[in-house]
């Protein structure tokens, strides 16, 4: 398998930007100063901050909390006495672009989240801008920050904590430049492996970080040919499948319509035959072969019969119609017209449905034929009909011989 680099893209830290962050705030207030970045609720520990803020307000008379963020947790601070509530300065939603300058006016940056993080990218940044860290240890947190190196951790939802961590992390800062140089390498380090920026395999040395390679395997070319041939072979086979089906139920939907038309017919033959028979009371054979030639073609079962007795019943009709000929009676008869009118229309009605089942039929049969729908076919057990083939009584008309 080929070696392929692969350069991760990741969400990104400007650390440069937070280590020269621009000119300073101004109006800010004089003292030491712990900063605040989140959202104000409970799952970023803001009511643990707020509680926090006020046994260490008690404790530190200059000290000063920068709250960038905002949330429903707001209202927290309308419970601390007025002393401490004024020392809490709310700068509401605050530009991403405006954090380093708060960055760089602070002491201290807090984080007490109480819920599940899964990564620390507010802590990375104050890292970045050299800013010694007060966290919580949870997971997320705990991947970040190095307790006793790149800050300090302390127990979650414990507001008693907070307090002697800040002021010790303070304390160290007084010992040391409070600005960290040291924090920003570790920054640096923390995010590539957290996949928080990207890294340009051209200039590691410069941007703090070493290109990630992945070793990505190459699929051979034979074997995309072989994916995209049978996805070729799979979408076809739904199409002619889909296509198949579709020919079948118009083939049955042909078949009901015949199937109409024909029962209308055998309910007009009792009656055409009886009031021929009251004129020509001789023509006896001709009309029991009808009405046996009724009774086969609604008995039929198969395709075959079912013709053959069609073309009796057309024949049959066919004379009863010649014999009509030679009793103008019967040609003037009111029920015998009506009769033979509807029996002409039903005529027309087979001769239509007939000619789009035997069209459908010929589709299906030839798709069930043809390769390569003939596997698709027998796979699915599509088997091909019969076309429905019965006499035109209006090209086939009967000669009748009469007496001399």
Known sequence: MAR?????????????????????????????KILWVNRLDPQKGFEVMVRAFEMLASQLEDVR?????????????????????????????????????????ADVFASPAV??????IVLVEAMA??????????????EVVRDGVDGLLVPANDATALPPAATGIHGLGRARPWRQPSLRPAARERRPTRGM???????????????????????PLWLWIVVVLVALLVVSGILIYNRLVKLRARVNNGWSQIDVQLRRRYDLIPNLVKTVQGYATHERELFENVTEARSRAIDANAMPDQAQAEN?????????????????????????????????????????????????????????????????????????????????????????????
């Open 197 to 219: 920026r990207s890294c340009p395999a051209s200039r590691p040395s410069t941007t703090g970080c070493s290109p990630v390679r992945a070793r990505i395997p190459t699929v």
């Open 115 to 120: 819920g599940q993080e899964s990564f620390g």
């Open 65 to 105: 909390l920068l709250v960038a963020g905002d949330g429903r947790d707001r209202v927290v601070v309308r419970s601390l006495p007025p002393s401490v509530r004024s020392r809490i300065l709310r700068l509401g939603s605050v530009p991403h672009a405006e954090l380093p300058r708060y960055h760089a006016a």
């Open 129 to 142: 801008a050299g800013v010694p860290v007060v966290a919580t240890d949870i997971p997320g947190y705990r």
């Open 312 to 404: 009796q019943i057309t024949r049959g009709l066919r004379q009863l119609f010649a014999v009509a000929e030679s009793y103008p009676d019967l040609k003037a008869n009111q029920n015998f017209l009506a009769l033979q009118e509807e029996l002409t229309g039903t005529e027309s009605k087979i001769a239509f449905a007939r000619q789009f089942y035997n069209d459908q039929v010929m589709l299906l049969n030839t798709l069930i034929g043809s390769f390569p729908s003939n596997v698709v076919a027998k796979t699915f057990r599509f088997e091909p009909r019969e076309f429905f083939d019965i006499e035109d009584p209006v090209r086939a008309p009967s000669q009748v011989e009469f007496p001399r």
């Open 4 to 32: 392929v680099p692969l350069e991760i893209v990741p969400n990104g830290v400007d650390v440069r930007a937070f280590a020269r962050p621009g000119p300073p705030i101004e109006g800010l207030p004089v003292g030491r």
